[in-house]
């Protein structure tokens, strides 16, 4: 409560107080406030005795910290009023991607990343909803924009007929919209969770980097066998899914034909090739893992790769290898993804949402 609450008088600007609180904690995930004894605790908040130390406010912005101080003042005279509060710069600032509309070629870029989608094997989609679901605000972009523009009933899925009006407009076909439409509903709900959507349109934002590659290949490998087998599949795609539909995912591009998904198998999903040209690709990846198996000497013929492609696919090969070594897999993080009912919007990082949680409480 605020000093004047504590001292016998209830205003408005009370209010603002217990505000100024709420913002201290979304923002911290502690109280501004504390003591052993309640008179400890009464004599900080009389005092306005409080500060921003600790590790979680190095990375506040200073816009924050300002809006939780013009709240957090004894005299509520001096105090932010509502009005004030409400037009404070923290409040109504946002990242350059959401604070616009997506613009046309923003959409379009969409569209062509969905209609791609729809013609990936089983498990790239489904490692591509590993990486929607660890993408951050920055690698998300503008595509939560693009998605609450589609989402007209803003409860957090698409429906078909959503869907559908928003890729009529794109010019697209009823049978294509229905094909895309399957395609990236990947629990068959009927409806396109944020996070499907997000596997089914992160490359809009452009190639997906290896280092997130490597880290899907990682939490797909469950156990660090350096594989992903069927078991793997199974543990993080859950009972809706059959024994014969996990077969099916892993012989879809099991190219070595051993039951599992190596490393340069699943590396291989995200080369720009025809699947005509799927066998040289793998030639081409074990061409270039053979200094780390053996010391015999390279053929040059046996690939058409660049000098600085085959250090670059060497170095992603070393670093996932590395990666496995000092990976610890963490209980809590075992989710299974199609299980999930999204109800809100994710991406914003911890300030940002702080910021629509205290906005919503003043208005």
């Not at 070595?256 to 040289?280: C, I, M, P, T």
């Amino acid at each position: 409560m605020s000093p004047e609450v504590l001292a016998g008088s209830y205003t408005m600007q009370a209010d603002l107080w217990s505000v100024g609180v709420i913002a201290y904690m979304l923002l911290s995930s502690q109280m501004p406030f504390y003591g052993r004894k309640r008179s400890q605790i009464i004599d900080q908040i009389t005092n306005g005795n409080y500060s921003f130390r600790g590790r979680r406010w190095k990375k506040i912005s200073p816009a924050a910290k300002e809006f939780v101080r013009s709240l957090l003042v004894v005299d509520p005279d001096d105090r932010a009023t509502a009005d004030e509060a409400f037009r404070a710069s923290w409040l109504n600032r946002r990242h350059s991607a959401t604070v616009r509309n997506p613009h046309s070629d923003e959409y379009n870029n969409a569209a062509k990343s969905l209609a791609n989608y729809s013609n990936y094997s089983k498990l790239k989609k489904v490692a591509l909803m590993v990486i929607a679901h660890k993408s951050t605000t920055d690698e998300i972009g503008i595509l939560r924009k693009v998605f609450m523009q589609y989402d007209v009933d803003k409860n957090g899925v698409l429906s078909y007929e959503e869907f559908k009006k928003a890729f009529d407009a794109a010019g697209y076909s009823e049978e294509e919209c229905e094909r895309m439409f399957d395609a990236c509903d990947l629990d068959g709900s009927g409806k396109i969770r944020y996070t499907e959507f997000l596997a089914a349109t992160i490359e809009a934002q452009g190639a997906i980097s290896e280092e997130r590659l490597a880290e899907a290949f990682d939490r797909l490998d469950s156990d660090d066998s350096g594989f992903i087998s069927a078991a793997n599949l199974k543990e993080l795609l859950g009972n809706e899914f059959s024994d014969l539909d996990i077969d099916e995912i892993i012989q879809e591009v099991d190219f070595e034909k051993d039951g599992k998904v190596s490393y340069n198998e699943f590396l291989a999903l995200w080369e720009n090739q025809s699947e005509a040209k799927r066998d040289e690709v793998m030639k081409d990846i074990e061409f270039i893992e053979s200094p780390f198996e053996s010391d015999h000497s390279a053929d040059s013929t046996k690939s058409d790769l660049s000098s600085d492609e085959i250090v670059s696919r060497a170095t992603f090969i070393e670093r996932k290898r590395t990666s496995v070594l000092q990976r610890q897999v963490t209980p809590g993080e075992k989710h299974v993804f199609f299980k999930q009912s999204v109800t809100t919007i994710p991406g914003a990082d911890k300030d940002e949402a702080a910021q629509d949680t205290t906005k919503s409480a003043l208005v």
